[in-house]
């Protein structure tokens, strides 16, 4: 992934997390300019610091990178509440998506 897609991805993750890049750089220790510094491809972070990062959006590293999977915070508490579901109402929510997926 290229450096603009990076600060790409930080960036629409975050706002989907709703806070703002100050927020973002204070919770995570830095200067109130750090995650502004990476997003307009000014600054890189560190190994360590792109796992805290990923922490604080509720991510994997992996998840970070998946480009198609737009909302993956959204996507992991969907899994959670399919998980509880019977049988009959998992084949119900896969005939909707099913449905969801064709009218794209």
């Known amino acids: 992934m290229e450096n603009r897609l990076f ?3 930080l960036s629409a993750l975050r706002q989907q997390k709703g806070v703002s890049a100050r927020e ?3 919770a995570l ?3 109130t300019n750090y995650i502004n510094r990476i997003e307009n491809g000014k600054n890189y972070p ?3 610091s792109f796992f805290y990062i990923c922490e604080y959006l509720g ?3 992996q998840e970070f990178f998946e480009e198609k999977n737009a909302a993956p915070t959204r996507l992991n508490d969907l899994i959670v509440k399919l ?7 998992l084949a119900t929510v896969n005939a909707v998506v099913d449905e969801l997926v064709q009218k794209r």
């Open 7 to 9: 600060a790409l991805r």
């Open 24 to 26: 973002m750089s204070l």
């Open 29 to 31: 220790g830095q200067n």
């Open 46 to 48: 560190s190994m360590q």
């Open 59 to 61: 991510v994997t590293p």
């Open 83 to 89: 998980k509880r579901l019977t049988p009959s109402q």
